[in-house]
């Protein structure tokens, strides 16, 4: 069964304190790879896309890298803007939908 | 700008009063689809639209309906609402093409069914 596992559910940082958030994936034929911030209330915001291992993406103070079955987000010298939650999301070669399958993501807080 | 929007953002009713939430794009996107979110639960699937006429059910269809009678809207219909459909809904749309594959969401529509 395709499944996407965040980790870890919840993380609290200090103000400059780097770290990273886990995404691991099971899917039959992956199509791409997701990243989304969610502000509470607000709709799931794009930040990268990712297609094969190997891959890396930055903006800003993010780094998005994927392997064969997982991908980081890399959170450099964090901001307390940079709270929200971080929400993965995979597309497998299935059909026409195409369907995304999501994690339930990484709620980031960053104090200053 | 390129947006998708939902109407109403808020909405309080009661069980069994038919709704309808809007959702439009303006980014010419064949695809459409609609989310709910609930806590513990994520993102799931409840209708896609992969052009004009032609629709199909996602993961969690039951209760609810969808039209796409122009390219650009995705109306969402709840046709005899109940208490466990309250969530926060979300449209969404994308391209056609690996490289507009990215799905953008509208700001969510948050229903409270009494």
């Known amino acids: 069964e395709d499944q996407v596992t965040q980790s870890p559910e919840a993380l609290r940082l200090q103000e400059g304190e780097s770290s990273s958030l886990n995404c691991s994936y099971t899917v039959s034929g992956l199509r791409g790879l997701f990243w989304y911030r969610q502000d509470p209330g607000k709709g799931p915001e794009f930040l990268f896309t990712?297609?094969?291992?190997?891959e890396e993406k930055e903006k800003e103070r993010l780094k998005a890298t994927l392997t064969k079955k997982e991908s980081f987000l890399h959170i450099t010298a964090p901001k307390p803007e940079d709270s929200a939650t971080y929400l993965c999301a995979v597309q497998a070669y299935a059909g026409n939908n195409r369907k995304l399958i999501w994690g339930l993501g990484t709620s980031l807080a960053v104090n200053p | 700008e390129a947006q998708v929007t939902q109407n109403p953002r808020y909405l309080i009713t009661v069980t069994g009063k038919k709704l309808t939430v809007t959702c439009s794009q303006n980014m010419n996107h064949e695809y459409m689809s609609w989310y709910r979110q609930d806590p513990g639960l994520g993102l799931r699937q409840i209708y896609y639209s992969m052009n004009v006429e032609v629709t199909d059910k996602g993961d969690v269809p039951e209760g609810y309906k969808v039209s796409r009678k122009e390219k650009r809207n995705f109306p969402l219909i709840l046709e005899s609402p109940s208490p466990n459909q309250t969530s926060l809904y979300f449209c969404a749309s994308r391209g056609s093409g690996r490289s507009q594959e990215t799905q953008y969401f509208g700001p969510g529509t948050r229903l409270l069914v009494l």
């Open positions: 990712l297609y094969s291992a190997g």
